[in-house]
């Protein structure tokens, strides 16, 4: 399993980025996708996910409104459009498959398999 994450970058406060992540190893079409960010000294945390289909969509809070996930199975890529980027969104971020997307972001990584991530730095 295998995910390799960019799009990355610094961007001023208030700003937008678009991530993407290209998943290869297993059947992509198959699982819920979801990014992750952990912030230097903080712990990793969800920021959104979506289904399969891309039925459904989910955030945290923190974000709902200014982020967008969303996923092409022709490609085995997910994205994550995020704007009004905020100063304290400084993090690395991740993708990953995970067993299950639900409105509680409680997310597991399905294969406990992290890529190198992507870094974003939002300058105040």
């Known amino acids: 399993v295998q995910v390799a994450e960019s799009g990355g970058g610094l961007v001023q406060s208030g700003g937008s980025l678009r991530l993407s992540c290209v998943a290869s190893?297993?059947?992509?079409?198959?699982?819920?996708m979801a990014w992750f960010r952990q912030a230097p000294g903080k712990e990793r945390e969800g920021v959104s996910c979506?289904?399969?289909?891309?039925?459904?969509?989910f955030y945290s809070d923190s974000v709902k409104g200014r982020f967008t996930i969303s996923r092409d199975n022709a490609r085995n890529t997910v994205y994550l459009e995020m704007n009004n980027l905020q100063h304290e969104e400084t993090a690395t971020y991740f993708c990953?498959?995970?067993?299950?997307?639900?409105?509680?972001?409680?997310?597991?990584?399905?294969?406990?398999?992290w890529g190198q991530g992507t870094q974003v730095t939002v300058s105040s």
């Open positions: 979506i289904w399969y289909r891309s039925s459904r969509q």
């Open positions: 990953a498959a995970v067993s299950a997307c639900l409105p509680s972001m409680d997310l597991f990584n399905a294969f406990n398999s």
């Open positions: 190893g297993f059947r992509f079409g198959d699982y819920s």
